[in-house]
């Protein structure tokens, strides 16, 4: 059997996903519902990032090809997330690295942490990538 034709008998997703932490947290259970049943899938923890990624990439392709640009290379697809005011603020108990949490309009918030030269240096191309936008350029929300 080949890929197309697993895809082929694929079955339909009718729902959202349930599921949760297990295993102290190494493992999250996620619950797929077809029809009237749930499957369930256990993901371990370092892959979920991995996961959540693929199948935002997988929706872009699609959002794609429905525009009528079938995307030629995965790599072509930029994802992005879309923030939502000013990020949330913290640092390690060491002091040694800065973390920002940022609300998205897509619902999930993002957690970016660094070491402190790198949140400088990031900081530093923000303002420069600021500074040549064009005057009319939106208010802050």
Known sequence: M????DIANAKTITGGPSGGAQNSGEDVAIGIP???E???YMCPHQMLATFITNLRTYGAAAAEARAGRPIQHPDDIKVAYHVIGLPRWGRDPNGQSIAMQFRTSEGVPVTLAMKNQDALDFAEKLRAEVRQLPPSSPPRQ
């Open 34 to 36: 077809v029809g009237d």
């Open 2 to 5: 080949t890929i197309e034709d």
């Open 38 to 40: 749930l499957h369930w």
